[in-house]
Each structure stands twice: as C-alpha cells, then as structure tokens.
Nanobody, 123 residues
Framework: QVQLVDSGGGLVQAGDSLRLSCVAS????????MGWFRQAAGKQREFAAA????????AYADSVKGRFTISRDNDKNTLYLQMENLKPEDTAAYYC????????????????WGQGTQVTVSS
C-alpha cells in the first residue's frame, strides 16, 4: 500500500481560500486514483473530489463543484485540493485517499488513507 500524509488545514473565515496537500510514499503514486474525502463531526465520511492517474480527469461532489480544484503532481508524489470561497458548511476533517477503482466516489473503494487535516471555517 501507499502511505499518505495530508496537511494544510486550518482556521479560516468564510470566503477565504486554503490549499491542502497530500504526500505519498512507498508505492508508485501515478498508479493510483486519488481522492479527497471529508468528515464533519457526527457525520459520515463523504466524497469531495477525485482525479485520474495522469490528472486529466477530475470529478467533484455537487457541494464543492466550482469552488474546489483537485490536482496532482506525479513528479512530486503530491496531491492537492485548492479550496476557494470556503463556507462554514465546509468545516470538516479532510482526508486524502488512494485506490485503484476508476474515479470512485465511495470510501470503500479506497485502500490507503491520510491521517486527516482539520479545516474550520468561521462565519
């Protein structure tokens, strides 16, 4: 399995931007579909975005479409999530994930997870 370390979370105000990063090690990063999930307190983990092996195909949850951008740099073994116009409802722990199912949206389809990074958006 690939090991993942995500970072970049913090406390921001509504309307602010934030970029999350996820560094992979241990296996060939470009062999994995990569995703970002988030989990708010007391709620189930939900899909936010996914990116294909080369980065040319992306998918987003309706709740983040147009505000979040997922990307990857295979030379740096790094996944990113650029978040714009953040809203209080975006407050959650964000997790990067690696899997082999094409553009999967279910957390069950991902085999490796980062430890999570907290994003808190104040109104």
């Amino acid at each position: 399995q690939v090991q993942l370390v995500d970072s970049g979370g913090g406390l921001v105000q509504a309307g602010d931007s934030l970029r999350l990063s996820c560094v992979a090690s241990g296996r060939t990063f470009s062999n994995y579909i990569m995703g970002w999930f988030r989990q708010a307190a007391g709620k189930q983990r939900e899909f936010a975005a996914a990116v294909s092996w080369s980065g040319d195909v992306t998918a987003y949850a309706d709740s983040v479409k147009g505000r979040f951008t997922i990307s990857r740099d295979n030379d740096k073994n790094t996944l990113y999530l650029q978040m714009e116009n953040l809203k209080p409802e975006d407050t959650a722990a964000y997790y990067c994930a690696a899997g082999t199912v094409y553009m999967a949206r279910s957390p069950d389809e991902y085999e490796s997870w980062g430890q999570g990074t907290q994003v808190t958006v104040s109104s």
